[in-house]
């Protein structure tokens, strides 16, 4: 993006809102260039305009070989086709970046007909823990529980694990539990 554009961004948003931006991501920035950049993104994202692969490398700020990253990018795009995910979703994956660590763990799950759950923890747990977290907070008989997929559980907060238990299919995110859309 040249340097007029993102100038003009920053000019038509507030003071305050590019000072939080700093205070929250400025860090990773070399130069004021490269944070009027970034900043034009995230405000890009939140005006619900999707990165391009470009920007969402950029954000990424990756360097070498990026042959994970791009098939991370057209996972992300796949669910933002289907609904699952927003534009400041598929900004916050490049933002945070523990999906490029763990592009399998990007999965969706349709929770409702126009709803969507989307993965956002990148840490495994073994089976049987995930098992008896499921049988704890919701009273699912452990011995009938069969996993979906891996279970992710980052905290208490921050957990993904989908399964399937009697005659349907569920799924426990962020602490709470939604029966999987069919």
């Known amino acids: 993006m040249e340097h007029e554009q993102i100038m003009m961004i920053y000019q038509k948003t507030s003071d305050k809102k590019y000072a939080k931006f700093l205070s929250d991501e400025g860090w990773k920035y070399d130069t ?3 944070a ?3 900043y034009a993104r995230m ?3 939140e005006q619900g305009e999707p990165l391009t692969w470009e920007e ?3 954000e990424l700020r990756m360097e070498g070989d990026a042959s994970a990253a ?3 990018y057209r996972t992300l795009c796949e669910h933002m086709e289907n609904g699952a995910l927003s534009a400041y979703q598929l900004y916050g994956y490049a933002r945070h970046r523990w999906c490029v660590r763990c592009p399998e763990a990007v999965v969706a799950y349709q929770t409702g007909p126009k709803r969507w759950a989307v993965n956002t923890c990148g840490e495994t747990i073994s089976e ?3 098992r008896l977290l499921l049988n704890s907070e919701w009273g699912f008989e452990a011995s009938r529980i069969k996993l979906l997929g891996s279970p992710y559980y980052d905290a208490t907060d921050w957990n993904f694990i ?4 009697g005659a349907y299919d569920w799924l426990m995110q962020n602490g709470e539990l939604y029966q999987i859309y069919q």
């Open 32 to 34: 004021e260039a490269d």
């Open 56 to 58: 969402f490398r950029a």
């Open 162 to 165: 989908p399964f399937h238990c």
């Open 43 to 45: 405000v890009k994202a």
């Open 128 to 130: 049987d823990r995930a």
């Open 36 to 38: 009027l950049a970034g």
């Open 70 to 72: 791009q098939k991370l």
